[in-house]
């Protein structure tokens, strides 16, 4: 109802501009002078100093998430992550065994295909951690611990601040595995801290300043038939991210592409008119990552792609070659893709708008698919 959504024209709508809260509850009370409080943990901490590898499961929005907890989990704790679609571990005999902490990812707690994963996971023999947004649901209640996200009820089919969510619980599971490991050092560990505790607030930033724009170029883009995303490094699930978005929602051809793999197949793709997402690196990153995407975009641009960027603040060197550029504020590598999203989930929710479809309730698709 609409007293439901607070005056909002959609759930989705609303659970965007939460995005920002849903980080913050999520931190909230976990990040004490520097250090990473997860009592629910205690329980299970002789296991998880054993584990030496970790596998993330989970399906959709959450598997993206765990591509970044993966990427994050790895350059701070020094453990092996994977990464995995729930129904295809489940089906395929993998490997694994009480060394193995197998971290489910999952908004509702009800996904039936990573259930079964976690089910098999513990039959195996792994240690089982679940990172949900539901109270007492299933997946839960069947792992050995939980790290509830509190991103508070997710309405819109379409998961929006359940991601961001997501990842901020995974980086602190990778912060706390770190000092756990000695594998990095308590001020190391006290600074991505201080930078998780700064997205809040950029994250409102953004919902704040790129909102209305993208929905004018939403508005101009309703009848086209296809969208690239490109992203590298943390950018890439954010691409993926991206692209899914616009699949549910206005059900349109998208696909998102690690920019590194362009010349590996996708540039044929590129013909005049094509509209390209760009997530573009941080100009200040040590890496050289930011060159390579500012060379990928003239390379689609010369080849007639209609380019917007998503670039930190003050990049000028993306400005000569992108149709437009949508800001966000500066941060750590880690932490840009929980601002370079917010505006793909808008992009998303206004390209459906334009198209007047349904943005809660997309045809074909289910909040919590409960079949396998
Ligand atoms: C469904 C939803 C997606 C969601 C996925 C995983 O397919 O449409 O938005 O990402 O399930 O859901 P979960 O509740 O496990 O996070």
């Known amino acids: 109802?609409?007293?439901?959504?607070?005056?909002?024209?959609?759930?989705?709508?609303?659970?965007?501009?939460?995005?920002?809260?849903?980080?913050?509850?999520?931190?909230?009370?976990?990040?004490?002078?520097?250090t990473v409080q997860l009592p629910?943990?205690?329980?299970?901490?002789?296991?998880?100093?054993?584990?030496?590898?970790?596998?993330?499961?989970?399906?959709g929005t959450a598997a993206y998430a765990g591509m970044l907890g993966k990427y994050a989990i790895e350059a701070w704790a020094r453990i092996p992550v994977d990464v995995e679609l729930s129904h295809e571990f489940r089906y395929r005999d993998p490997v694994l065994d009480e060394r193995t902490l197998v971290v489910s990812v999952s908004q509702s707690g009800e996904t039936m295909?990573?259930?079964?994963?976690?089910?098999?996971?513990?039959?195996?023999?792994?240690?089982?951690?679940?990172?949900?947004?539901?109270?007492?649901?299933?997946?839960?209640?069947?792992?050995?611990?939980?790290?509830?996200t509190h991103a508070g009820p997710e309405v819109a089919v379409a998961s929006t601040k359940a991601f961001v969510a997501q990842v901020t619980a995974l980086y602190l599971l990778g912060l706390h595995l770190a000092g756990q490991r000695g594998a990095l050092s308590e001020a190391a560990i006290a600074a991505q801290l201080g930078e998780l505790e700064a997205v809040p607030?950029?994250?409102?930033?953004?919902?704040?300043?790129?909102?209305?724009?993208?929905?004018?170029?939403?508005?101009?883009?309703?009848?086209?038939?296809?969208?690239?995303?490109?992203?590298?490094?943390?950018?890439?699930?954010?691409?993926?991210?991206?692209?899914?978005?616009?699949k549910e929602l206005a059900y349109i051809h998208a696909e998102g592409f690690a920019a590194g793999e362009l010349k590996h197949g996708p540039i044929a793709l590129i013909e005049p008119g094509q509209i390209v997402f760009v997530l573009v690196p941080s100009p200040r990153d040590p890496s050289s990552l930011h060159k390579k995407v500012v060379s990928n975009i003239q390379e689609i641009r010369a080849r007639g792609a209609r380019v917007i960027a998503i670039a930190e603040l003050g990049d000028v060197a993306v400005v000569p070659f992108a149709d437009e550029v949508l800001r966000v504020p500066l941060a750590a590598p880690f932490f840009q893709p929980l601002l370079g999203v917010?505006?793909?989930?808008?992009?998303?929710?206004?390209?459906?708008?334009?198209?007047?479809?349904?943005?809660?309730?997309?045809?074909?698709?289910?909040?919590?698919?409960?079949?396998?």
């Open 113 to 148: 295909d990573t259930l079964m994963a976690v089910r098999y996971a513990r039959e195996q023999g792994a240690r089982t951690l679940s990172i949900c947004n539901t109270q007492g649901a299933t997946i839960p209640r069947e792992s050995d611990a939980v790290l509830y």
């Open 342 to 372: 917010v505006p793909l989930h808008v992009f998303g929710m206004e390209l459906a708008t334009a198209k007047g479809l349904d943005v809660d309730q997309p045809r074909n698709l289910a909040k919590s698919v409960t079949v396998e």
């Open 201 to 246: 607030h950029k994250l409102q930033q953004v919902v704040d300043a790129v909102s209305g724009r993208i929905a004018e170029l939403a508005h101009w883009m309703s009848d086209t038939q296809s969208v690239l995303f490109l992203g590298r490094h943390v950018g890439f699930p954010v691409a993926l991210e991206g692209a899914l978005k616009l």
């Open 40 to 59: 629910e943990l205690d329980g299970v901490a002789e296991e998880l100093a054993g584990i030496n590898r970790v596998l993330i499961l989970a399906c």
């Open 1 to 34: 109802s609409a007293a439901e959504k607070g005056g909002w024209s959609s759930f989705m709508k609303k659970e965007i501009s939460e995005e920002p809260d849903a980080v913050a509850n999520t931190l909230r009370g976990r990040v004490v002078g520097g």
